[in-house]
C-alpha cells in the first residue's frame, strides 16, 4: 500500500499537485473566506471524488486573524463557530463527507483543563453542534488544555458520555504527554477505539513542529498498528505543505509503508 494520504487548500494549483501523487484521501484545508465561498468548496469536492479520492474537510481554525474556541466570550468568534459549523454540515451531508473540527487551540480560552466551569461549559457546547451536526465532525485533540491529551478529564467528561468520534493529531497527543511514547501507547489504548480518522505528524515533542515521519521522536512502529486500518493523512507543516509541492507528505508516505 503507497498510503499517498495529502492535504490541501482551495488553491487550484495545490489540488493539481496533489492529483499528480494519486492519492487516496485528500483533506482539505478551509479557512475563513472560504466559507462565504460555498461553490469554491464543492467545486474541490466534485473534483475529487470524480477521481475516486476519499475527500475530508478540515474546519477553518481562525476568525479575523485569531484562533476559535467552542467556548470563546467573544459573541463575533462564538457566531462563526457556529454558522461555519452549520454551512460545513450542509455540504457534507450533500456529498457525504467528514469535516474535522477542533473544540479549541492552543492558549485559548479553552486551554485550562482543571477550570471545572470551563469543563461543563465546553460540553455543553459540544452538545449543542452534536444536535445540528449528527456524525459529520470529527473532533480533533490539540496539544495543551481542556481538549488535549494531558486532560485526565478528556475520556470520561467528553469522550465517553458523548460518544465522540475523534480525529487524533499524533503529534498533538505526543506534544500533550510531554514526549513519551510509552505514555503516547497508552493514550492510543484508549482513545484510537473512538477515532474515525488520524493526521499523521511526527515532533520532537515540546512544541507544534509539524515535522516529516522520521525526523522527530514519535516511535512509529508503535503507532502504526493503531491506525493503519483507519483513514489518515500526512499533516506536515502546513506552512509549507500549502504550497505547491507536497514533496514531505510523499516522502512521509514512503516512510510509513516501510515502517
Not at 481562525?62 to 468568534?77: A, E, V
Not at 465546553?122 to 449543542?128: A, F, L, N, V, Y
Not at 484510537?192 to 511526527?202: C, G, N, Q, S
Request: net charge negative; glycine share 4%; with cysteine.
Amino acid at each position: 500500500m503507497n498510503y499517498i494520504r495529502l492535504k490541501t487548500d482551495l488553491t487550484p494549483e495545490h489540488i493539481e499537485n496533489r492529483l499528480s501523487h494519486q492519492p487516496e484521501i485528500v483533506e482539505i484545508h478551509l479557512n475563513e473566506k472560504d466559507l462565504y465561498q460555498p461553490e469554491r468548496i464543492e467545486a474541490a469536492i466534485q473534483l475529487l471524488q470524480s477521481k475516486g479520492i476519499k475527500v475530508y474537510l478540515h474546519h477553518p481554525p481562525k476568525f479575523q486573524g485569531g484562533y476559535l474556541d467552542i467556548i470563546s466570550s467573544d459573541p463575533k468568534r462564538r457566531e462563526f463557530y457556529d454558522w461555519s459549523s452549520k454551512r460545513l454540515v450542509e455540504i457534507c451531508q450533500k456529498y457525504k463527507v467528514k469535516c474535522v473540527i477542533h473544540c479549541h487551540y492552543a492558549n485559548s480560552e479553552g486551554s485550562d483543563y482543571h477550570d471545572e466551569k470551563k469543563r461543563i461549559e465546553m460540553k455543553g457546547r459540544i452538545e449543542e453542534i452534536l444536535e445540528m451536526s449528527g456524525d459529520v465532525f470529527l473532533w480533533e485533540d490539540t496539544i495543551g488544555g481542556i481538549f488535549s491529551a494531558e486532560n485526565p478529564f478528556l475520556f470520561t467528561e467528553f469522550i465517553e458520555p458523548l460518544q465522540l468520534p475523534l480525529n487524533i493529531d499524533i503529534s498533538h497527543s505526543f506534544i500533550a504527554v510531554n514526549g513519551s511514547n510509552l505514555k503516547l501507547k497508552k493514550h492510543l489504548e484508549v482513545y484510537a477505539r473512538h477515532a474515525e480518522y488520524f493526521h499523521l505528524v511526527d515532533s520532537e515533542g515540546k512544541t507544534h513542529d509539524s515535522l516529516p515521519l522520521g525526523t522527530g521522536k514519535i516511535d512509529w512502529k508503535m503507532v502504526k498498528p493503531f491506525v493503519e486500518k483507519k483513514d489518515f493523512i500526512f499533516e506536515i507543516d502546513l506552512r509549507k505543505s500549502m504550497h505547491l509541492d507536497c514533496k514531505p507528505m510523499v516522502e512521509s508516505a514512503r516512510y510509513f509503508a516501510e515502517v
